[in-house]
């Protein structure tokens, strides 16, 4: 699903530690500019026009959007800590279910791991060992 733009405001102004009005608003403040820059790059990468952005984010014109995009690029290049917020940012935000999927993926690997170890100590049968793969398949695939 993807996320709303006040939906990005709201989590990127809660990451920075700065209230939703201050990333909207006139600032030209590292500590606002920064948030702003964040919010446009992932409402871009969430899919939004930057008219779309420009408007949520206090009437700004597609341009304005457009620098602020291009300046998250530069300093998610230049400074790690904004690459690690970015980071941590867009998996929470843009792929929630990419990273459920894999948490499932690594607890069916994890199982298959510990079952086949109980196999080769002798404490199960192999025909318990296909019921648990199977059934933890059947899992995965829904």
């Not at 993926?105 to 199977?134: M, Q, W, Y």
Request: net charge positive.
């Amino acid at each position: 699903m993807t996320p709303t733009i006040p939906q990005i405001i709201a989590a990127v102004a809660d990451h920075f530690e700065v209230t939703a009005a201050r990333i909207k608003g006139p600032c030209r403040k590292s500590i606002s500019t920064r948030p702003r820059f964040a919010v446009c790059a992932l409402a871009k990468k969430s899919g939004w026009s930057q008219s779309q952005i420009g408007e949520r984010l206090g009437g700004r014109d597609h341009t304005s959007i457009m620098h602020a995009q291009r300046r998250a690029d530069e300093i998610r290049g230049k400074d790690y800590d904004f690459e690690v917020i970015m980071k941590t940012l867009e998996e929470s935000i843009i792929s929630p279910d990419a990273n459920r999927d894999e948490k499932r993926r690594n607890t069916f690997h994890s199982d298959c791991i510990a079952a086949i170890r109980k196999i080769a100590a002798g404490h199960a049968h192999p025909r318990g060992l296909a019921e648990i793969v199977i059934n933890k398949f059947e899992g995965i695939a829904t």
